[in-house]
């Protein structure tokens, strides 16, 4: 089993840009979650999932869009990158609400 | 005030020293989570819990409901340790609210 993997590690992005960040998970989980984590600060929950073709605004939603087509697939879309959206990226996957949550290694994106 | 406060948010010790990280919250939960964030950035889940106590190898973790309290307890503790250590609690929709974590180094 792989876990949670994403795709890329590591990126850098023009003002304007846009990008896909890329998530799989390979237990089957219905729950899937996209998290920021900005230095010095806990981790942002922006969308989240229950199942597939179900999405939900998190804490942190704007700049972003999600879709959830597969149960596996949970990507985040960056339509305009911003400077504030230069963050740590961490997609996680849980099997039910309020379990343990695993997390993927991380995107780092730079916004320039 | 944030949610979630973790104290302290740094703290170094010596390796066979016991160490307790506290996490305090402001507000209902369903559950507590704890997290270790390695050097390297992964992240991984140590414990879930809603009531009590429980051991997984060196580590405790603990929680009082009533006072809105957990700890997180390494004994004797190793450089493997060394990692910063996320507390988060659980309401409604499994959303969580982290705190900003304590970063832990254990030397030799």
């Known amino acids: 089993n792989a876990g949670v993997t994403q795709t890329p590690k590591f990126r850098i992005l023009k003002i304007g840009q846009s990008m896909t960040l890329q998530c799989t998970q390979d237990m089957n989980h219905n729950y899937m979650y996209w998290y920021r984590q900005d230095p010095g600060m806990g981790l942002k929950l922006i969308y989240y999932s229950v199942g597939a073709g179900i999405t939900d605004k998190g804490e942190v939603p704007n700049g972003y869009n999600v879709s959830r087509s597969t149960t596996e697939d949970f990507p985040l879309r960056l339509e305009l990158a911003a400077p504030s959206q230069t963050s740590v990226y961490f997609c996680?996957?849980?099997?039910?609400?309020?379990?343990?949550?695993?997390f993927g290694p991380g995107t780092r994106l730079l916004v320039l | 005030k944030n949610e979630v406060e973790q104290s302290p948010q740094n703290l170094t010790a010596q390796e066979g020293e016991f160490i307790t990280i506290n996490c305090s919250y402001s507000v209902g939960i369903s559950a507590l989570h704890w997290l270790q964030q390695h050097p390297g950035g992964g992240i991984v889940s140590l414990f879930m819990l809603s009531s009590g106590k429980k051991k997984h190898g060196r580590l405790i973790a603990t929680i009082n409901i009533q006072e809105k309290h957990s700890s997180l307890h390494i004994t004797a503790s190793h450089p493997r340790d060394s990692a910063v250590y996320i507390c988060a609690v659980g309401g409604t929709a499994s959303k969580l609210t982290f705190g900003t974590g304590t970063r832990l180094q254990v030397t030799l």
């Open positions: 996680a996957s849980s099997r039910g609400g309020g379990e343990t949550q695993y």
